[in-house]
């Protein structure tokens, strides 16, 4: 086992993975309650769609971990999940089983685009300097979701964002997390993030903020509702509207994968020489997930950036994420459990993930214009959008533009070109 997932050459052990594996899972458990919960108001079975969900986690997880050997979680997408529901099914009026099938349609391009490597190349191409702005504007983005959900940020009218109140007993215990986690943090206690989570909960439940949960095991619900509906409705998704969705599932999801494989690889230090090992078996298996997600019935999953609060405790290899799927199969029969997981309680740690990602930010050539400039829009956009693929969409139209300005053409990949033009028109008919 040690062998396989080539444990010396990573500098780990069963250990650090474990407890990484550990502290990934509660950081994104939330998706199987969160999920289900907006995919419902599209009118989907909450029940089955929990179940597909956790079915999707576990078999894109596994697929990442054992081909690619990556500490990653692979999980239904929150930004896409929440398109599904009030873009598509409520704003356009359609059924979520022809929604449904787009999303399956969207995860077979996207197969074929990983095993013809095309997606691949065009993640090889990108700079140097922009794949730092990109992992390190994750970071920003994660520390912003952190306080946000810790309620110590909140939306103003007049600023759009202010500090929220801290003495609410909810944000008063996500504050009381993160300095209990930072303490560990800066004490060099291996696993402070995870203790942090569990001593957040325990403290919570003593104080009744946390509800204990009066039962432990629940029945799996069926899958019934939802299982194989994208095989009935291939006929509807001929349309303007359903093409125009595919393409926005494609592209979105895209880059967001994109963006959080480059970000998570660069802090577990797998990128070597701006190339990434195995991306391309990466990208196989977050494809297929999303082509068997949308079988279970739930929409498109993704990397989930998450995963880089496994990567900071030391999760640098492939049984990361075997322990995140075991993880995720065992919650399936203890859902009651998942109630004490609160947004609140995980908040320290994408608070202090984010801070440790954002550190990629001095890699950047900051004496450079024409990188400065592509590179801060980057990062900037990512948490004042709540999208990933809008950062690197700024990113990506300004550095060819900035090179161009400069007569530097050659020194532009002819990819580059392709992407600034896809994201222009992205820009003008989509966003």
Same mark, same amino acid.
């Given at each position: 086992?040690?062998?396989?997932?080539?444990?010396?050459?990573?500098?780990?052990?069963?250990?650090?993975?474990? !407890?990484?594996? !550990?502290?990934?899972?509660?950081?994104?458990?939330?998706?199987?309650?969160?999920?289900?919960?907006? !995919?419902?108001?599209?009118?989907?079975?909450?029940?089955?769609?929990?179940?597909?969900?956790?079915?999707?986690?576990?078999?894109?997880?596994?697929?990442?971990?054992?081909?690619?050997?990556?500490?990653?979680?692979?999980?239904?997408?929150?930004?896409?999940?929440?398109?599904?529901?009030?873009?598509?099914?409520?704003?356009?009026?359609?059924?979520?089983?022809?929604?449904?099938?787009?999303?399956?349609?969207?995860?077979?391009?996207?197969?074929?685009?990983?095993?013809?490597?095309?997606?691949?190349?065009?993640?090889?191409?990108?700079?140097?300097? =922009?794949?730092?702005?990109?992992? $390190?504007?994750?970071?920003?983005?994660?520390?912003?979701?952190?306080?946000?959900?810790?309620?110590?940020?909140? $939306?103003?009218?007049?600023?759009?964002?202010?500090?929220?109140?801290?003495?609410?007993?909810?944000?008063?215990?996500?504050?009381?997390?993160?300095? =209990?986690?930072?303490?560990?943090?800066?004490?060099?206690?291996?696993?402070?993030?995870?203790?942090?989570?569990?001593? %957040?909960?325990?403290?919570?439940?003593?104080?009744?903020?946390?509800?204990?949960?009066?039962?432990?095991?629940?029945?799996?619900?069926?899958?019934?509702? *939802?299982?194989?509906?994208?095989?009935?409705?291939?006929?509807?998704?001929? *349309?303007?509207?359903?093409?125009?969705?595919?393409?926005?599932?494609?592209?979105?999801?895209?880059?967001? *994968?994109?963006?959080?494989?480059?970000?998570? +690889?660069?802090?577990?230090?797998?990128?070597?020489?701006?190339?990434?090992?195995?991306?391309?078996?990466?990208?196989?298996?977050?494809?297929?997930?999303?082509?068997?997600?949308?079988?279970?019935?739930?929409? %498109?999953?993704? %990397?989930?950036?998450?995963?880089?609060?496994?990567?900071?405790?030391?999760?640098?290899?492939?049984?990361?994420?075997?322990?995140?799927?075991?993880?995720?199969?065992?919650?399936?029969?203890?859902?009651?459990?998942?109630?004490?997981?609160?947004?609140?309680? %995980?908040?320290?740690? !994408?608070?202090?993930?984010?801070?440790?990602?954002?550190?990629?930010?001095?890699?950047?050539?900051?004496?450079?214009?024409?990188?400065?400039?592509?590179?801060?829009? +980057?990062?900037?956009?990512?948490?004042?959008?709540?999208?990933?693929?809008?950062?690197?969409?700024?990113?990506?139209?300004?550095?060819?533009?900035?090179?161009?300005?400069?007569?530097?053409?050659?020194?532009?990949?002819?990819?580059?070109?392709?992407?600034?033009?896809?994201?222009?028109?992205?820009?003008?008919?989509?966003?």
């Amino acid at each position: 086992m040690k062998n396989f997932f080539h444990f010396t050459d990573r500098n780990t052990s069963y250990k650090q993975e474990t !407890l990484a594996g !550990l502290t990934t899972f509660l950081s994104v458990a939330y998706i199987l309650v969160v999920n289900p919960l907006i !995919l419902s108001q599209a009118g989907m079975d909450r029940g089955a769609v929990f179940t597909a969900t956790a079915l999707t986690a576990i078999i894109g997880t596994l697929l990442i971990g054992l081909l690619a050997n990556y500490p990653i979680a692979i999980a239904p997408s929150m930004g896409l999940n929440s398109f599904f529901t009030f873009s598509v099914c409520i704003g356009m009026g359609i059924e979520w089983q022809v929604a449904l099938t787009g999303v399956f349609i969207a995860g077979v391009i996207f197969v074929l685009l990983s095993l013809m490597k095309i997606r691949e190349k065009i993640i090889n191409v990108i700079p140097q300097d =922009l794949k730092f702005a990109i992992a $390190s504007g994750i970071g920003f983005f994660i520390a912003f979701i952190g306080l946000k959900n810790a309620g110590i940020i909140v $939306s103003n009218p007049d600023t759009f964002v202010s500090v929220g109140d801290l003495t609410s007993p909810m944000t008063a215990l996500a504050v009381i997390g993160l300095i =209990l986690t930072v303490f560990m943090i800066v004490k060099g206690i291996n696993g402070g993030i995870f203790y942090g989570i569990v001593i %957040t909960t325990i403290i919570g439940m003593i104080v009744g903020l946390i509800k204990v949960p009066s039962s432990i095991v629940g029945k799996i619900p069926s899958l019934e509702p *939802t299982f194989g509906e994208v095989f009935l409705h291939f006929n509807d998704i001929f *349309t303007p509207e359903i093409l125009a969705v595919i393409f926005t599932f494609l592209f979105v999801a895209f880059f967001d *994968t994109a963006g959080a494989l480059i970000g998570i +690889t660069s802090q577990a230090g797998i990128m070597k020489g701006n190339k990434i090992p195995n991306i391309g078996k990466a990208l196989l298996a977050d494809s297929s997930a999303g082509a068997i997600g949308a079988i279970l019935g739930t929409s %498109t999953p993704a %990397t989930s950036v998450e995963s880089s609060a496994g990567v900071a405790v030391g999760g640098r290899t492939g049984f990361t994420s075997i322990i995140i799927a075991a993880c995720f199969a065992i919650a399936l029969f203890f859902s009651p459990i998942l109630s004490v997981i609160t947004a609140e309680v %995980t908040a320290p740690a !994408l608070i202090i993930v984010g801070a440790l990602m954002a550190m990629q930010i001095s890699k950047i050539n900051w004496s450079k214009i024409e990188v400065v400039i592509p590179s801060f829009m +980057t990062i900037i956009m990512m948490p004042l959008t709540s999208s990933v693929a809008t950062g690197i969409a700024f990113g990506f139209v300004l550095y060819p533009l900035s090179l161009i300005a400069q007569k530097r053409f050659k020194e532009i990949h002819p990819i580059m070109y392709v992407l600034c033009l896809l994201f222009i028109l992205y820009f003008a008919f989509v966003a």
